[in-house]
């Protein structure tokens, strides 16, 4: 079955520093997608990044970067310099086509960012 | 371009009754699902429409059922509301499977429930 573990539940960073969140994942497909959306208080759910299970190349886009790594199916995501306006909660997910592309989350990371 | 719109925000219902919730998607997108999340929780896929009709369902009862309209937008209803129904529903539009998992959904910002 299909699961997403964010074993942090709250981190609390100063302004400026770096912050990784950390994702690990189960799934039987060989073929999925990973995902990050952050959710302001207001509710609705940000796209942040997304990754196919046939790319593991880790990216950096702006503040943001990711490390994919399949051999221990963790999807971990970090934020440089981080400023008081990406306080929110984080959540990864895990769509697998097998399944209608649902999408499964995990309970999310409650971030903090201190001025 | 209008994202996903949702109404009401905000509702509350007593215990035994019956709620409809609605929401349009996204410009161009066909697809919708309803996610179910709970204080403290990530998000619970409950259902999702595509052509009008229900193609997957997550573990929710009966009592919640769904319907999507030929212009795409959709309605959840749920019949004898519980107490541990209280949550926001999130209504998410994307392109029809595959693709529609390959580049994820459009949120909209969700209807809070209240069960009293």
């Known amino acids: 079955a299909q699961k997403v573990t964010q074993a942090q539940t709250e981190i609390s960073v100063v302004e400026k520093e770096d912050v990784t969140l950390d994702c690990v994942y189960e799934?039987?497909?060989?073929?999925?997608?990973l995902f990050w959306y952050k959710q302001p208080p207001s509710g609705e759910l940000v796209f942040l990044i997304r990754?196919?299970?046939?790319?593991?190349q880790n990216e950096i886009s702006g503040r943001y970067s990711w490390n994919f790594q399949k051999s221990t199916s963790s999807f971990n995501f970090t934020i440089t310099a981080s400023q008081v306006v990406d306080s929110a909660v984080y959540f990864c997910?895990?769509?697998?086509?097998?399944?209608?592309?649902?999408?499964?989350f995990g309970t999310g990371t409650s971030l903090t960012v201190i001025p | 371009d209008a994202g996903v719109t949702q109404s009401p925000t905000h509702l509350i219902k007593t215990r035994g009754q019956q709620v409809t919730l609605r929401c349009s998607p996204k410009?161009?997108?066909?697809?919708v699902s309803w996610y179910q999340q709970a204080l403290g929780q990530g998000p619970q896929f409950i259902f999702q429409?595509?052509?009008?009709?229900?193609?997957q369902r997550g573990n929710f009862p009966d009592r919640f059922s769904g319907h999507q309209f030929p212009n795409y937008s959709s309605e959840l209803n749920v019949n004898a509301l519980l107490l541990g129904d209280s949550a926001l529903y999130l209504c998410?539009?994307?392109?029809?499977?595959?693709?529609?998992?390959?580049?994820?959904?459009?949120f909209g910002s969700g209807t809070r429930l209240t069960v009293v």
């Open positions: 998410a539009s994307s392109f029809p499977p595959p693709t529609g998992g390959r580049y994820g959904y459009t």
């Open positions: 799934t039987r497909d060989t073929t999925y997608y």
């Open positions: 990754r196919n299970s046939f790319d593991e």
């Open positions: 997910a895990l769509s697998d086509p097998n399944t209608g592309n649902q999408f499964y």
């Open positions: 410009s161009g997108h066909d697809t």
């Open positions: 429409y595509y052509e009008e009709e229900e193609r």
